[in-house]
Nanobody, 118 residues
Framework: QVQLVESGGGLVQTGGSLRLSCVAS????????MSWYRQAPGKQRELVAR???????TYTDSVKGRFTISRDNAKNTVHLQMNSLKPEDTAVYYC????????????WGQGTQVTVSS
């Protein structure tokens, strides 16, 4: 059984930083994409950042220059370094892993709360 365990969420003031981590355990291999999504109250879940196996990363416009995603393939771990946090970054953040192709899969973490106070 595959599990994604997230950590690092919490309460921080505007301008502060947090580092989210997600460890994937279980029988998994060849993860193509590791991503962070977020969902604020009353809003749809949105993609925040994604990193491919080769390290290529993409970000939603609102976090470019402030957030950095990274992954450790050997440890099936993905991190999200969040700097210069704003109140609008407040949301539940979810880790996601995906493998493409005929033996593909997709898994989600349970979510971790990030709250940025003004």
């Amino acid at each position: 059984q595959v599990q994604l365990v997230e950590s690092g969420g919490g309460l921080v003031q505007t301008g502060g930083s947090l580092r989210l981590s997600c460890v994937a355990s279980g029988i998994i291999s060849n993860i193509n994409a590791m991503s962070w999504y977020r969902q604020a109250p009353g809003k749809q879940r949105e993609l925040v950042a994604r990193v491919a196996t080769n390290g290529t990363s993409t970000y939603t416009d609102s976090v470019k220059g402030r957030f950095t995603i990274s992954r450790d393939n050997a440890k099936n771990t993905v991190h999200l370094q969040m700097n210069s946090l704003k109140p609008e970054d407040t949301a539940v953040y979810y880790c996601n892993i995906k493998r493409l192709g005929p033996w593909g899969y997709e898994y989600w973490g349970q979510g971790t709360q990030v709250t940025v106070s003004s």
